[in-house]
């Protein structure tokens, strides 16, 4: 299993009993996994710092996520709950870097 792999199977919702569904449709989006219906096929964030998605029902970043700050510290607690090693931080920063490439609204 590379590290790509170990990541998504470290960080899998099903993984925490206590993730809620949204961010566990957050995560699968972020670690390409799919495990809610409709899956969140994209994230922005409004110049307000709010985070919005799309969905595979609705493509027009019309769901309410909520705060950025509140989403970043819930992916870093995630990240040191799930225990991934040095590589596999790595990988998951990658990923988080492609996902965010085009997420704040100019």
Do not use: C
Not at 21 to 34: K, N, Q, T, W
Not at 61 to 71: A, K, R, T, V, Y
């Amino acid at each position: 299993m590379n590290a790509r792999e170990s990541m998504q199977k470290k960080l899998h919702p099903a993984r925490f009993s206590h993730m809620s569904v949204r961010m566990g449709a957050i995560v699968g989006y972020l670690i390409d996994v799919s495990v809610t219906d409709p899956d969140i096929t994209g994230l922005t964030i409004t110049s307000d710092n709010f985070v919005l998605a799309a969905t595979s029902d609705d493509p027009f970043m019309n769901s309410f996520i909520g705060s950025w700050s509140d989403l970043k510290r819930n992916l870093k607690e995630l990240i040191e709950v799930a225990d991934l090693t040095k590589e596999e931080k790595g990988v998951f920063f990658l990923e988080l870097a492609e996902k965010l490439r085009d997420w704040r609204v100019k």
